[in-house]
């Protein structure tokens, strides 16, 4: 039992030999001083005034049980705690400190306590370091899986659990003794100068009186230790786990009140060191940080509620440096522990989230603990990707066509191979968003991760995605984005548009959204001003007028136009003009236009891509006859259809959206692009046999067919028509193979399609907000139809609620639709028949009441999502009408215009003919005639992505 009693300062001299006289001297001292700590606890000091709170007589503590007295009498003496003078000094049971009781055999003063320097009384004024054995005091115990198993299991053979109590809060409140705890086999290396930026005592002395002769050197040098200082782990992770399992097998209640405080206290003064610059070069916080996150109990109890968040808040404070040696570290030895540490954080974003308070008076960007849990999430984000990648060069990994596309000497225009001269782009087409600063310095790219050991989706954090104002939260992304690189931060509020991951895509389409629109407004605003200071012509919108025979052709004419005169134009909001036809463009022609090219563009008589009927995706022809414009065109669709966030149905491979933000396609790419090719190679890369070249006979030369059948040969390295494919070169086969279908064959093609896209987005934050399978989403939608979610979502206007009637047979109805059915209905309400971003309970439809009971059909305003639902009687007069409308609906735009011009002159004529006759008969005849003229005329036209603009507004 005499391990119970020992601490800091007299755990070496209870273990020291008996003959050495000095130490036994100490032994007493220590024993004599935790009798009087013991009964100042029980008994008191008799005192009835007394107001140390740690004695019986102040009635400031509760009654404690003789093991809980030893317990906190041994934690006063590690503390050197206040000893009131007069504390009863009778002899301390046998039974709680046995060796103790024997060493102390006679009563010391305190004159011999201070002497040894094992105590000094509150109003003394004698350093604790100016008597006895400096050794004892300063000495730092540094703690081993060894020795921290030894204190276990002596706790439970005995039952007592003080010195386990103990050396928890002592060790593990102190960053300084934990840093140096857990030392790993490596630890004389790493802890040399070179390796760990600590300093021998000769040196520190030879460097004082150095420094002594220089201020400003000192001052360097100071600077750099604490630069250097902390960027190395040295600790062993293997022998923390295994000395927190052996702790696990004590029960909790024994120790983890004092652990809990302990880290609480670490973690705080870690914090405030931190903040104010306090930081100590002695203190190795990588070690720190990563023997507290191998806690197991993080996730539970008091550790998840007090210890995990001010550890958080103590960790966002390491410098990039040291998180990246930290993500390092952590990628190399805690892979299997990652779910659960991003579980853990997740849990605890979501329930500050969720019990939080939040407005605009306070937002959740105000909150430091949320802010922190995603500072450190970022952390273990980069621990995913960079545990399945290797530090890269980016200039490896560029787009194929980078050295087309980034070449500040050719022009927007370029494709536009039309003999004029490329126009000057300004400063600000050639702005470039920031890219994630611990990305960078780790030297690994969200590109280059494959198959990580945890999902993407496992990061996104959906209740704070739907509390995050993301108004607000941009306005800090754009002010953090405008300021200098070397401008301090102090000021500038988290915008978590920088830490993308933890978004869902819907709510940073939201933030891509107001950087669209912001810029939209930019444009207008710089046009008009341009009108009133220049003289020049008014132009606030990007306007093409299109003719629908000739889509494609008055789309290039027109986008050719704007990007030659003026290539920001194109930033600006499209309007859509069809010729011959009235109306306004609020989004529903804009829509219909891009449908239109994307129908034309796709169709196998252009030959422009190619279908592969088993992945239904198209890619690039590589022997089309199209120009470079038309690829353009398509590019610059692609850009604006994300630009005005319109949702396209364009089935491209994952490895287009690889290539537009910035990789090259490889072997991996093509499983998606031609899984049948895939297969085969992978069979070729998984061949053993030696006989492969005569069993094979493939060279480094294919072949391939052009549209009319022709046959071509490409050597895929030189004199590749005589080189074999073996064992040694089939991986080298393999890659060059891949590389020619994905990115040399369709080099031309995609150039000019990846050069039209970055013309409307170059200055936009899509490339650091989007990973390649969000960016598809951006573009095609999701591929969910819940319509329960869009019902949920449903606003009623015009008399209607979620309770009338006709609403409930309408879902009644919409609910027993087939998949493909109920795409044609969202075309008809909203002009398009893809899921937004986010799912069907983004998008914002509004049911309202068009009369009563009638024959009318159903109509839609698909500018605004809105349905006009007469209120029919049954529901299957509901359905009937309804099923109609979609129906006649596709096809009618020119039909519905030409009935419009028709039967507004007849209705005008026989109007008039009502006016003058005054046969009632005849009137009511006529009304008969004007009401069927309507019914045709509803059947003919569809109020939907070209009705909305042309129809609606003059007929109703």
Known sequence: MAESCQNNAGENMLSSTPGDSQSLDKRVAAGQLIKRYYFQLTEGCGDPNCNNENCA??????????????????????????????????????????????????????????????????TSNVPSHSTGDKSVISKITKLTETSFKKIIDNCKEYGIYSKLVHTLGHIFANPELLGQSFIGPMSDQCTSTAAHGQLSKEQLRSMEVDLDKDSDSQEAVAEARLQEMGQEVTVDVCSIRRSFEALSSIESQNYESALVHALILLCETIELDMKYGRQKAEVNLLNVFVVVFELPWLGSGDYFESVLPSLCRACAFLSLSQQATL???WAAHSVPNLRNLVQTLQQLISFRVLSGDFGRDYAVNDDSTITACVKVMRMLYCVNIFSCTAPCNNSNHASVDRMETDDSSKGALDVFSFGMDPPRLGAKQNKTRKNDPLMSELGVSILDCRKPPVAFADFYNEPLSDVVEMDRDFAYFAAASEAPPSASNVGLKISFMNFPFILTPAAKALGLYYDNRIRMYSERRQSIFNSVMNGQPSNPYLKLKIRRDHVIEDALIGLEMVAMENPSDLKKQLVVEFEGEQGIDEGGLSKEFFQLVIDQVFNPDYA?????????????????????????????ILGLAIYNTIILDIHFPMVVYRKLLGRKGTFEDLQELDPTLWKGLTELLE?????????????????????????YNHDLKENGASCNVNLENR??????????????????????????????????????????????????????????????????DGGFDNKSETIQHFWSVVHE??????????????????????????????????????????????????????????????????????????????????????????????????????????????????????CQFEIGMRCSSTGCGRFSKRWN
């Not at 061949?687 to 294919?702: P, V």
Request: with cysteine; proline share 4%.
């Open 608 to 636: 422009m891509f190619a279908f592969n009927s088993d992945t239904r995706n198209f890619w690039f022809n590589p022997t089309s006859f199209e120009s470079d414009a038309q690829f353009t065109l398509i590019g610059i």
């Open 57 to 122: 007589s102040s009635k400031k503590i509760q009654a404690l049980s003789p093991n809980q007295a030893a317990a906190q009498a041994l934690d006063l003496f590690a503390r050197k705690g206040r000893l009131c003078v007069g504390t009863n000094k009778n002899e301390l049971p046998n039974t709680l400190f046995p060796e103790i009781t024997s060493a102390s055999s006679s009563a010391l003063t305190d004159q011999q306590l201070l002497k040894q320097g094992l105590w000094v009384p509150p």
């Open 731 to 796: 991986r080298e086969f393999v890659e060059l193979y891949a590389d020619y279908l994905l990115n040399e064959c369709i080099g031309r093609q995609f150039a000019a399609f990846h050069r039209g896209f970055a013309m409307v987005t170059d200055e936009s934050p899509l490339n650091t907000l989007f990973r390649p399978e969000e960016v598809e989403q951006l573009v095609c939608g999701s591929h969910i139809f819940d319509f329960e979610e869009l019902q949920n979502a449903t606003e009623y």
């Open 327 to 329: 993500v390092r570290f």
């Open 817 to 934: 639709l087939s998949v493909e059915d109920k795409r044609r209905l969202l075309q008809f309400t909203t002009g398009s028949d893809r899921v937004p971003v986010g799912g069907l309970g983004r998008l914002k439809l509004i049911i309202a009441r068009n009369g009563a009971d009638s024959d009318r059909l159903p109509m839609a305003h698909t500018c605004y999502n809105v349905l006009l639902l007469p209120e029919y009687n049954n529901k299957e007069k509901l359905k009937e009408r309804l099923m109609k409308a979609i129906d006649y609906s596709k096809g009618f735009e020119k039909v519905g215009e030409m009935c419009f011009r028709l039967h507004t002159a007849r209705l005008t004529i026989e109007s008039r003919t009502i006016k003058r006759n005054s046969s009632n008969v005849k009137k009511s005849a006529m009304a008969g005639r004007l009401s069927q003229l309507v």
């Open 687 to 711: 061949y053993s046999d030696s006989d492969m070249e005569e069993t094979l006979m493939q060279t480094f030369s294919i072949s391939y067919k052009d549209v009319f059948g022709v046959v």
